[in-house]
């Protein structure tokens, strides 16, 4: 297990709260500080830990010798600033997304963690997730062939995030792609390897010129491209998500932001069957069509042998507050095995922190502005 860890938060909003109940319930981490210019919000948090201490500043927080780690959840813009002074304060920085608001911010406080051996990481929670992994070993063992395609679909709400809401306001944010795209850029470089933006286009919202609500982008990867769409503007109970890949023999769809399910369509073989039980050993399987023999299809002009027609589906649409913890949680122990063993090999590092970040503003930089 991780030794003791003292943490304090920096940004005691709804999402801090949720998240710091999570890391408190982890064996030998306890919350010992808090800093918040809305002191309501700091109140409220220290109902976690009444023993916590609300500081009068973020210099104050961070000189406290007794914190070990600095939980920063504010806004966008403000991440760059607080994270270097709680890395050169010597303090380990675990932030949320994105890292900073321009890249060259990122890489210093990559290159400032590495020389104080600080851990510094983005909370890119999704690569913590079973069917993360699931879609990582599909595409390692090519059970469907080679990755083809894919694209990522984002129809989010709105609903509270008013006119006047930061989120708008892409000084603060840095836009659609940099405030939210990190995530999805993150997910996809670890499925298919370094990717290059081909093209980017952004909308604004009719009647208001400065609240671009719209974006989109395609990324290049090794064998194929990703189409990235993300658009902020309805109520919440129609806010879904959903991602595809299309393989040589078969396609792959996860639903939510957070992934919570998976279906699958497929060509296999007795060996690919047996693989997919490893890899989604509680889906349930259907056999759309059978041979007693191979068949010999075509595709790419190549050859398919395949015995079966299938549809799998595996995991379940309505636990994602659930998973959401639960990826939190594993996240925040992942990273404090590091500070015990520094061989500990991490999922994520302060290098998904950059290399997210570099996509997005390559996205941003490159988007065609179309005003309606």
Not at 83 to 91: T, V
Not at 112 to 139: K, W
Not at 230 to 253: A, C, N, S, W, Y
Request: charged share 25%; with cysteine; aromatic share 12%.
């Amino acid at each position: 297990m991780p030794r003791p860890v003292k943490i304090a938060v920096i940004g005691a909003g709804k999402f801090a709260y949720f998240a710091t109940s999570e890391f408190v319930k982890i064996p030998g981490v306890t919350l010992r500080g808090i800093y918040d210019e809305n002191k309501n919000n700091a109140l409220r948090l220290r109902e976690i830990d009444a023993s916590a201490k609300i500081f009068d500043s973020i210099d104050e927080l961070c000189q406290e010798p007794s914190i070990d780690l600095v939980y920063i959840a504010t806004p966008p813009y403000l991440h760059y600033s607080q994270s270097k002074m709680a890395l050169l304060a010597g303090k380990h920085v675990i932030c949320e997304k994105p890292a900073a608001i321009k890249l060259v911010e990122a890489i210093e406080l990559k290159e400032i963690a590495q020389r104080g051996q600080l851990l510094y990481v983005v909370n890119l929670m999704q690569r913590y997730n079973g069917l993360y992994d699931a879609v990582s070993a599909l595409v390692k063992k090519k059970v469907l062939g080679s990755f083809l395609h894919g694209f990522f679909e984002n129809y989010a709400s709105d609903e509270f995030l008013p006119e006047d809401h930061w989120f708008w306001d892409e000084q603060k944010s840095g836009g659609i792609f940099i405030e939210h795209g990190v995530h999805f850029f993150d997910m996809f470089s670890g499925w298919l390897g370094e990717g290059k933006v081909m093209a980017a286009q952004k909308s604004n919202r009719p009647s208001f010129k400065n609240i671009w609500d719209k974006v989109q982008s395609t990324v290049l990867y090794s064998g194929g491209t990703v189409n990235f769409y993300h658009g902020f503007d309805q109520p919440k109970v129609m806010d879904r998500q959903e991602m595809r890949l299309l393989f040589e023999k078969g396609e792959i769809t996860l639903f939510e932001w957070v992934p919570t399910r998976l279906k699958m369509t497929a060509l296999c073989d007795e060996v690919d069957l047996q693989t997919l039980g490893v890899i989604f050993p509680t889906a349930a399987v259907e056999i759309l069509g059978s041979q007693k023999e191979e068949k010999v299809s075509f595709g790419r002009f190549k050859e398919i042998r395949y015995k079966y027609k299938i549809k799998l589906d595996t995991g379940d649409a309505v636990q994602k507050e659930t998973l959401y913890q639960e990826l939190l949680s594993s996240m925040f122990i992942d990273q404090l095995a590091w500070l015990t063993d520094k061989s500990h090999i991490r999922k994520i590092t302060e290098h998904n922190a950059v290399n997210s970040l570099s996509l997005a503003e390559e996205a941003d930089s490159v988007a065609v502005k179309i005003l309606q």
